[in-house]
């Protein structure tokens, strides 16, 4: 990307600060660990209601094999139309539903983490990068992935936390 407005050092100074603003405050980042360890409570309500859509895909499957029989036995085409549209958008409907559950379950999966471990390894890392001199910090940027936005008046961070990995990315700043 180019953009003459903003210049490598002064950019990666920017990151550096949001970064250790962010690091600073492992409250904040633990926070939104606990709310989603809480949502981890309904896994149980999730993986039933994935059941319960699977099994209505699985109806569905055989209602369109069904109505296929329906169409080759000479029942009145606009009616096997209809009834095929009817239970293409129950399906679309039920798959939407589908991939909602599937992210929900597993992030709740991915909730399940050790609190006070996760904020004493955020206070190590923020403590130890510190000192660190610029090319290690420019190493330590680059691993974590982060995607800069440039809007030509500001800079946000885009990342995530991967608390099972031990690796901090920010989130947007």
Request: aromatic share 6%; no cysteine; glycine share 6%.
């Amino acid at each position: 990307m180019q953009n003459k407005g903003w210049s490598a050092d002064k950019l990666e100074r920017m990151v550096w600060k949001g970064l250790e603003e962010y690091l600073g405050n492992p409250e904040r980042i633990t926070d939104e660990f606990e709310k989603q360890r809480q949502n981890a409570d309904n896994l149980g309500a999730f993986e039933s209601e994935l059941q319960q859509i699977q099994r209505q895909l699985k109806t569905a499957d055989l209602e369109q094999r069904q109505l296929l029989q329906w169409a080759l036995k000479g029942f009145p085409e606009n009616q096997v139309e209809e009834e095929n549209r009817r239970i293409n958008k129950a399906r679309e409907t039920l798959q939407r539903r589908q991939g909602e559950l599937e992210v929900k379950i597993k992030a709740s999966h991915d909730a399940v983490i050790n609190i006070p471990r996760f904020r004493h390894s955020i206070e190590m890392l923020s403590n130890q990068l510190k000192g660190a001199d610029f090319a290690t910090k420019r190493d330590f940027i680059e691993s974590l992935g982060i995607t800069i936005w440039l809007d030509g008046e500001g800079v946000e961070l885009k990342g995530e936390l991967d608390p099972n990995m031990g690796v901090i990315v920010p989130t947007p700043s």
